[in-house]
């Protein structure tokens, strides 16, 4: 069904328009004031909001999706991971959330497309140029072309990301956390020598990062880009802090306030509970909107240990436990209402926050949609 007044970003022809790579400018939808009722809009849909971060954020979306057809889901993604690579802008959580949703990602990587072949990468490697240590597949390249080619007409990222959503048709609503930049920075401390050693795929890196080309014989502090810690390193040096580089003056980007304010409920998928979920908390404005919602998360712990990824690697350097009990502590009883845990987890528990114990692991499609159908029947639950 169409909304009259620009369609329902659950409606997966809700981005049919006009061309908006054409001409982003004249898109509808997005931005618009609904009717606020109790619960639901005007058209008596759920209006769930979402953060996210990249796979368990996209994995679970793609199950909350199924859980609730009906829902207008909006999301607000990660850009703390974003880089410039090649003169373009490239984002990695926005694209992992679209390409999962839009059913174009790589599904055994978790990340990039499917199909994909490599042919600009070893051209950029012939050409010595660097980093050669990210990824970057030729069907991936073609975002990354279109959304630099608008950032740099002027474009703001929450509008590019809505034009390259007619493409991918997510189903959902997708909304950067900020059209500003605000890049997560890792601090580390650099052995004598050259560089803490590394071991990435099988080859000797050292943490030497870009106009820094003299070995030393001097420890050194030195902040180097998420993407080069987590990607080129594997966060095998121990990160001493994170540096969010632009977070004081970063403004949630439009329609994120809105969207929290008139949601039903809000949930918080697995997703890296620091680097991940925990920038976007950061970015002024976002965690004290979330405050007065009803919020339940999904531990990415389980048992001690992350699912997938070095989420324990983030949560060592900011002085967290890798626990779900430890999680749940971090995004304390103000923010959080419910608190969802594997079975192994069951004892976890936190006054004002109600617990309940399920299966966490995002096997497949049915699996990500159970788990999140009972993240927002335990939010309707506590919304009542
Ligand atoms: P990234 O940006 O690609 O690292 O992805 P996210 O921040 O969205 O998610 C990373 C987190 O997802 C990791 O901490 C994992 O532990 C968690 N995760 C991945 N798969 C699963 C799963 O099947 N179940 C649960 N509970 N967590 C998962
Ligand atoms: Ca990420």
């Not at 030195?222 to 990607?231: D, G, K, L, Y």
Request: with cysteine.
């Amino acid at each position: 069904m169409r909304d009259s007044d620009g369609g329902s970003p659950n409606n997966r022809n809700y981005h049919n328009s006009p061309n908006l790579l054409s001409n982003p400018l004249t898109r509808g939808g997005q931005g618009r004031r609904r009717t606020v009722t109790p619960m639901g809009d005007r058209l008596g849909r759920m209006r769930i909001v979402s953060l996210a971060g990249g796979i368990g954020g996209a994995r679970f979306l793609r199950g909350l999706r199924a859980a609730a057809p009906d829902a207008d889901i909006t999301v607000i993604v990660n850009t703390g991971d974003d880089i410039t690579l090649f003169g373009l802008r490239v984002c990695p959580d926005l694209d992992t959330v679209m390409y999962t949703l839009g059913g174009g990602i790589n599904e055994e990587q978790g990340w990039g497309r499917e199909k994909e072949t490599h042919v600009v990468k070893e051209e950029l490697a012939a050409y010595g140029v660097e980093p050669q240590w990210f990824g970057l597949g030729d069907r991936d390249f073609a975002t990354h072309i279109v959304r630099s080619q608008m950032l740099a007409a002027g474009y703001p990222l929450s509008q590019v990301t809505e034009a390259l959503c007619t493409r991918w048709q997510p189903g959902v609503r997708l909304l950067p956390m900020s059209d500003d930049r605000c890049e997560t920075h890792v601090v580390i401390t650099e052995e004598p020598g050259g560089g803490v050693e590394a071991d990435t795929d099988g080859s000797k890196a050292d943490v030497r990062v870009q106009g820094s080309t003299e070995p030393t014989n001097k420890r050194r502090r030195r902040a180097i880009h998420f993407q080069e810690w987590w990607v080129r390193l594997r966060a095998s040096v121990p990160a001493e802090s994170f540096a969010l580089i632009g977070i004081d003056t970063a403004r949630p980007a439009p329609g994120v306030l809105e969207a929290i304010a008139e949601a039903d409920v809000v949930l918080l998928p697995p997703s890296n509970p620091v680097v991940s979920i925990g920038t976007i908390l950061q970015v002024p404005g976002i965690r004290d909107a979330l405050l007065a919602k009803t919020v339940v998360g999904v531990s990415p712990i389980i048992g001690g240990a992350p699912v997938r990824g070095m989420a324990d690697a983030c949560l060592t350097a900011i002085g967290v436990e890798t626990s779900a009990q430890a999680v749940l502590e971090l995004y304390g009883a103000d923010l959080l209402d419910g608190w969802l845990v594997a079975p192994e987890d069951a004892g976890v528990a936190l006054e004002g926050v109600r617990v309940a114990a399920r299966p966490l692991l995002m096997h497949d499609v049915d699996a990500a949609a159970a788990i999140a159908r009972a993240a927002l029947d335990l939010a309707l639950d506590l919304a009542r």
